[in-house]
């Protein structure tokens, strides 16, 4: 697994140095969607991995036999703890919002994958590691939007969350049966009384991803009873 020709020093420099590359291209990918977990985030995660394997796979080897005690250590235990620690970086970055949808499951699976490229190239696995990141970029890049141009239609759709004040609830019936007049599937529906006597009407529902958002508020925004309205991608 090792590098042959290089003292331990280079080695374990070469390695933390491609690590650091490999997290550098994670990290850019959710930077470049701002998203919570950046360039800065992946680096140290990928590096320190690969510095915690590097440590715990040396260390197994330090501890020749004494006396009669025959000293053994997993070569990969405190490797095997980076996987289950990280653990608590991923939950940070999973937040629930508003609207009870839940956001940032990729990013934290990102969080993992860049303490798994670490570990991988701490043991010395460097091509398996190019590749992993390699696959990684094009699952989370390039297949969603393969599988929503030739996947289920289903796949090729997006949720959206509407928020309608109806002024007069007799209108809410009608309002609703509007939008679905104009194929929206909707999968959801909330409705509340306001102070101010008119009615708050909350729709999630599904379109074909290509349909602009701003083109859904406008075609919402004009049903007659419809005071003001407010559309979220979700």
């Keep these: 697994m090792g590098v042959s020709g290089l003292n331990l020093e280079t080695e374990i420099i070469l390695k933390l140095c491609i690590s650091a590359v490999l997290g550098l291209v994670i990290g850019l990918e959710r930077e470049l969607k701002r998203k919570p977990v950046g360039l800065k985030t992946s680096l140290v995660i990928s590096i320190v991995s690969c510095l915690l394997t590097i ?10 036999e004494h006396g009669l005690v025959n000293i053994t250590m997993d070569p990969l235990r405190l490797a095997a703890q980076i996987v289950s620690g990280i653990g608590f970086l991923g939950a940070g970055v999973i937040l629930r919002r508003g609207n009870d949808s839940i956001s940032g ?7 993992w994958g860049a303490a798994g490229i670490g570990i991988a190239v701490g043991a010395g696995f460097y091509v398996e590691a190019i590749a992993g990141v390699i696959l990684l970029i094009i699952s989370v890049e390039f297949i969603p939007f393969i599988i929503k141009i030739i996947g289920p239609q289903k796949l090729r759709e997006k949720e959206l969350l509407i928020k309608l004040i109806v002024g007069e609830k007799k209108s809410i019936e009608t309002v609703i049966t509007k939008i679905q007049d104009e194929k929206f599937s909707i999968k959801n529906i909330r409705i509340r009384d306001k102070q101010d006597l008119t009615h708050l009407v909350e729709l999630k529902i599904t379109v074909n991803f290509k349909r602009k958002t701003t083109d859904i508020y406008y075609t919402v925004s004009e049903i007659e009873g419809v005071q003001s ?3 979220e991608s979700l």
């Design 105 to 111: 499951l990729t990013t934290a699976a990102m969080i």
């Design 229 to 231: 309205a407010e559309v």
């Design 55 to 64: 440590v715990s796979i040396e260390s197994a080897y330090l501890f020749p």
